[in-house]
């Protein structure tokens, strides 16, 4: 008999050349380990520990059990959702938004930033993409086959980008400018004028700026992260991607809003009606109790945050790495010991010698390697204990 021949699909060249997102390699590596007995503990990926409110849990509970809200649901949210955007915008930030045009509900803010660059770049476009950055600024830009132009976040400028820097011929190109504040992975805040100068920026060579703002509600030592719609004028330039994954601890139940420039927002919305089909009525419904209800319950969840923080600032520096203190988000960036460059194998050594997983810093461009960064959502006794390893480590290695 004649043997079949094998076939072989290619996949479409716009993705050819990526690889797996890092934390799915790392879990192949994770339970390699496991299962040779070794005690792993992750402060490596940003997934909040904490559950939500009770009043959020019911409310879906609650929800879920009647009869009428199990059909599909308005794709872009619920009026009464989008809604209830408008009202935490107005009430956190004195922003008014148009709940009907100038909000969208997403499944998860990462959805809406991958989006958005489809919806807006052509082959051969320019998108400013900071770096270090969230890495799907750049992955979105290039599979949408626009041209990436990366703008360094250093240490010496507080980890803002320097937007004069940006070269004239290039700000001119350039249709997105991405930006990130409170910030992933270093920490770092913006304040209210330097959103004024990007604004400004923006303005002047006609750019969108994307903001990713899912951490504006964590923060520490009484500061208070600002929304760049808080600029006068700002929704002309400015489209604000938000998430209720880390405000309210629901990352898995995977709910976003994309608020601002409304002609943006509506072809957000144009695309995610040819590709999904919203969200189950009952989510909608929770999230509506977390926006609108009592939000004081955030300010301990915080304290619990602060805390874990300053284990791990404790412990980072009796282990000799030097570190700033972040005022805000869920991630301490750290720089490695100055006899070691290598982020990747830095990581890699210390997993494989504590058990102690964390992020290398060149995961998130050029300029994040000889960092690392860790992760505050995991259990407050499994960070001390993360650390105490990490002390010991280099003690011993030194």
Known sequence: ????????????????????????????KLAALKARGVDIIRIDMGSPDLPPT???INTLIESARRKDTH????????????????????????????????????????????????VLLNPGDLTLVPDPGYPVYKAGSEIAGAEVF???????????????????????RAKILWLNYPNNPTGAIASLRFFEEA???ARRYQ????????YVDICFDGYRAPSILEVPGAKE?????????????????????AVGNAQVVKYLHTYKSQMDTSHFAPVFEA????????????????????????????????????????????????????????????????????????????????????????SLGTPTERIKEAMQRIVAWRKANR
């Open 71 to 118: 059909g599909y649901t308005p794709n872009g949210g619920t009026l009464e959702f989008r809604q209830a955007i408008a009202e935490y915008y107005q009430k956190r930030f004195q922003v008014a938004l148009d709940p009907q045009t100038e909000t969208l509900a997403l499944i998860g803010s990462k959805e809406g930033l991958f989006n958005l660059s489809q």
């Open 207 to 214: 750019i969108l700026i994307a903001h990713d703002a899912p």
């Open 199 to 201: 604004v400004e920026f």
């Open 237 to 257: 330039v400015v489209i604000e991607f938000n998430s209720l994954s880390k405000t309210y601890n629901m990352a898995g139940w995977r709910l976003g809003m």
């Open 54 to 56: 009770e009043a959020i």
């Open 287 to 374: 999230g509506i109790q977390a926006l609108t209800g009592d939000q004081t319950w955030l300010e301990e969840r915080n304290k619990i945050y602060q805390e874990r923080r300053d284990i791990v600032l404790a412990g980072l520096r009796e282990a000799g790495l030097a570190v700033d203190t972040p005022p805000a988000a869920i991630y301490v960036w750290a720089r490695l010991p100055d006899d070691e460059k290598d982020s990747i194998a830095f990581c890699n050594r210390m997993l494989e010698e504590t058990g102690v997983s964390t992020t290398p810093g060149i995961v998130y461009g050029e300029f994040g390697e000889g960092y690392l960064r860790i």
């Open 1 to 28: 008999m004649t043997a079949t021949p094998s076939i072989s699909f290619q996949p479409a060249d716009r993705i050819a050349g990526f690889k797996p997102y890092f934390f799915a390699s790392l879990a192949q």
């Open 150 to 172: 990366l703008f360094p976040l250093i240490k010496e400028n507080g980890f803002l980008p320097d937007l004069k820097a940006i070269p004239e011929e290039i700000a001119r």
